[in-house]
C-alpha cells in the first residue's frame, strides 16, 4: 500500500509540476504576488475566474497535500 501511494505521490509531483509551468504568466508584477488588486477583482465568484489550468492546479495540490499526509501518517 505504502509503494502505491509513493508511486502516486510521485506522479502528482510531476503532473503538478507540468501544470505550473504550463500556466501563462500574469503581468500584475508584484502587486499579483502579495495578493494585491483592486475593489473590482474582490467580486464576484472567485472560483468560475480561474482558468481550466488553473482548476487542474487546485486539485493537483489538494491531492498532493492529501497523499503527503498519508505518506506520513501511514
Request: aromatic fraction near 10%.
Amino acid at each position: 500500500m505504502k509503494t502505491f501511494l509513493g508511486i502516486v505521490h510521485i506522479l502528482l509531483c510531476l503532473a503538478l509540476s507540468g501544470v505550473v509551468l504550463l500556466q501563462q504568466r500574469k503581468q500584475g508584477g508584484f502587486s499579483g504576488i502579495f495578493g494585491g488588486g483592486t475593489q473590482a477583482d474582490m467580486g464576484g465568484n472567485q472560483w468560475q475566474r480561474f482558468t481550466g489550468l488553473s482548476k487542474i492546479t487546485v486539485v493537483l495540490t489538494g491531492l498532493f497535500m492529501v497523499t503527503s499526509i498519508i505518506l506520513v501518517l501511514y
